[in-house]
């Protein structure tokens, strides 16, 4: 048998060495599983952007006004408010498709600086969009006025609820409750009156009349109603001892 030499053994196994390692390499991934899955959390987050570009600012409020309609489309202006001033302006609807696409892009970001500068809406229109800058003028005052009126009802006194005394009268008694805001009567309910057989009937019939009264007028000087004389003169004395305890 021929024998192998020795020179040889060793230059085959160096070459099984070499190739079990190659193999290994091959095998193992390019990158850290786990710094790869570490990494993707931070690289969202810093590519991840707040609704409307931006977050909002600690006491500001957000107010869209009515959409307005125009010969090429509709626009819509929707405001961000803070301490009673326009802090942002921006047009959520306006024209677009042919040419007004050319005239939207020209004119809405002039109109949104226009209505932060001057806080309201008597801004100037810009020339070659007319009809978006009438749109959007009337969809900011809209916006305006719905800052307006949550400002007042903000600011408006909570109304007064107060109960007039039971004023008895030959049918049954009679008791009316108001609210009172700023001086006046803004609701009144009779919370008892004559009830049974006809009175059943007379009582539906006058009750709501002198609660409309009660408000329109703002006093119990209040005409009777025909036909339930005692419910009326019962409700006027009672709505008077209520309006006694309003200072009214």
């Known amino acids: 048998m021929r024998k192998s030499h020795p020179l040889r ?3 085959l196994a160096t070459a099984a060495t070499v190739s079990g390692v190659v193999l290994l390499l091959s095998l193992k991934p390019a990158s850290d599983p786990a710094s790869a899955s570490a990494a993707a959390p931070q690289q969202t987050a810093a590519g991840r952007e707040s609704p409307q570009g931006g977050s909002q600012a600690a006491g500001s409020n957000t107010v869209t006004g009515d959409v ?15 301490a009673g ?3 942002k302006a921006e047009a959520v609807q306006a024209p677009k ?4 696409d050319q005239k939207t892009a020209l ?10 500068t001057a806080g309201n809406a008597q801004i100037d229109s810009v020339s070659g969009a007319t009809y978006t800058s009438n749109g959007y003028k009337q969809s900011l005052q809209s916006a305006l006025d719905k800052v307006k009126a949550a400002g007042d009802a903000a600011s408006a006194p909570a109304p007064r609820t107060l109960t007039g005394k039971v004023a008895q009268t030959q049918y049954g008694p009679v ?9 006046k009567i803004t609701k009144a309910e009779a919370v008892q009156a004559p ?8 009582t539906a ?4 009349k002198l609660n409309q009264a009660a408000v329109t007028a703002g006093n119990a000087q209040i005409d009777s109603v025909s036909g339930a004389t005692y419910t009326s003169n019962g409700y006027k004395q009672s709505l008077q001892s209520a309006l006694d305890q309003a200072g009214g």
Do not use: F, H, W
């Open 205 to 208: 019939l006058a009750v709501p």
């Open 195 to 202: 009830k049974g057989a006809t009175s059943d009937q007379k």
């Open 68 to 82: 307005a309609r125009t010969q090429y489309g509709a626009v819509q202006v929707r405001l961000t408010v803070s």
């Open 175 to 183: 008791q009316v409750r108001i609210s009172v805001s700023d001086g």
């Open 97 to 100: 498709g042919g040419t007004s």
């Open 107 to 116: 004119a809405v970001p002039k109109l949104n600086q226009a209505a932060v």
């Open 85 to 87: 001033k326009i802090t």
């Open 9 to 11: 053994r060793i230059v």
